[in-house]
């Protein structure tokens, strides 16, 4: 005779409630912007935020401008007006076979989020290059003119491969187009040690001159026998302990070290 088993009842896992994903979401974008804005102001900049309404690239394109999120329906239509007049240029990079009517149409819409065709049309729309500043990772550049052919630059804040923001130096009083912001790379060269403040490439005669009236390292005496035919010359040890020298000196700390390094930029 079988015996009746008892029946287990599985109690099924709770689900997260929404509104804890919800706050856990927000706390952690604060904590990106926190990060974020220390990053920024490194490099003398900040962050000017804008509403994320799906019109964020375009009030971004606003504040910069002219210094007025709110005109972004304005750059909105100018942006797909141009790519309507360069059909030809845009149209072979419409993704999911989507009509070029229909996708300029969609694009007029209020709160119709921007692509990458909508930034490469506002650089050459403004003959402007554009910098993409990004957390923790090297910024990106829409690169459509030479230095002396771009009118300026736009800089934009790109948040959680979701949202635009706008970026100005720290001192930009923020009242009409932002002023022009120069992100100046790491110096190759280093600050002379004669005390004269001049800096000098490592191949310059004077950096050499200088470096050679500084008293050698001492050292304490090797318990190596001395080389021989075929080993190190004198001249190759000292060059050697010349370029061991220089290795270990510190190197000069940008201006833009002070809170993150400069994680310097990719061209897209």
């Given at each position: 005779?079988?015996?009746?088993?008892?029946?287990v009842a599985?109690?099924?896992?709770?689900?997260?409630?929404?509104?804890?994903?919800?706050?856990?979401?927000?706390?952690?974008?604060?904590?990106?912007?926190?990060?974020?804005?220390?990053?920024?102001?490194s490099?003398g900049?900040?962050?000017?935020?804008?509403?994320?309404?799906?019109?964020?690239?375009?009030?971004?394109?606003?504040?910069?401008?002219?210094?007025?999120?709110?005109?972004?329906?304005?750059?909105r239509a100018m942006?797909?007006?141009?790519?309507?007049?360069?059909?030809?240029?845009?149209?072979?990079?419409i993704?999911?076979?989507?009509?070029?009517?229909?996708?300029?149409?969609s694009?007029?819409?209020?709160?119709?989020?921007?692509?990458?065709?909508?930034?490469?049309?506002?650089?050459?729309?403004?003959?402007?290059?554009?910098?993409?500043?990004?957390?923790?990772?090297?910024?990106?550049?829409?690169?459509?003119?030479?230095?002396?052919?771009?009118?300026?630059?736009?800089?934009?804040?790109?948040?959680?491969?979701?949202?635009?923001?706008?970026?100005?130096l720290?001192?930009?009083?923020?009242?009409?187009?932002?002023?022009?912001?120069?992100i100046?790379?790491?110096?190759?060269?280093?600050e002379?040690?004669?005390g004269?403040?001049?800096k000098?490439?490592?191949?310059?005669?004077?950096?050499?001159?200088?470096?050679s009236?500084?008293p050698?390292?001492?050292?304490?005496?090797s318990?190596?026998?001395?080389?021989?035919?075929?080993?190190?010359?004198?001249?190759?040890?000292?060059?050697?302990?010349k370029?061991k020298?220089?290795?270990?000196?510190?190197?000069?700390?940008?201006h833009?070290?002070?809170?993150?390094?400069?994680?310097g930029?990719?061209?897209i």
């Open positions: 005779m079988a015996r009746n088993k008892k029946k599985v109690a099924a896992p709770k689900a997260r409630k929404p509104k804890r994903d919800a706050e856990e979401k927000k706390f952690a974008k604060k904590a990106d912007m926190t990060e974020f804005r220390a990053q920024l102001d490099l900049l900040k962050i000017i935020e804008v509403s994320a309404d799906g019109n964020c690239f375009f009030r971004a394109m606003g504040d910069q401008l002219e210094g007025n999120e709110e005109e972004h329906m304005k750059y942006i797909v007006q141009y790519i309507k007049e360069h059909r030809v240029d845009f149209e072979p990079f993704e999911d076979e989507e009509p070029f009517e229909k996708y300029c149409d694009m007029l819409e209020d709160g119709t989020w921007a692509g990458h065709m909508e930034l490469q049309a506002a650089s050459i729309l403004k003959r402007k290059n554009i910098c993409i500043h990004m957390l923790n990772s090297p910024r990106w550049y829409i690169r459509n003119f030479s230095d002396r052919e771009a009118t300026s630059m736009i800089h934009l804040s790109y948040h959680q491969g979701e949202h635009y923001n706008s970026v100005r720290r001192e930009d009083p923020c009242q009409g187009p932002a002023m022009p912001v120069i100046k790379g790491k110096s190759k060269t280093k002379c040690s004669c004269s403040a001049r000098h490439k490592p191949s310059c005669n004077l950096a050499t001159t200088v470096a009236r500084e050698p390292k001492t050292t304490a005496p318990r190596e026998p001395p080389k021989t035919k075929g080993g190190q010359g004198k001249g190759q040890k000292g060059k050697k302990q370029k020298e220089q290795d270990e000196t510190p190197a000069i700390r940008d833009d070290s002070k809170v993150a390094p400069d994680l930029a990719l061209c």
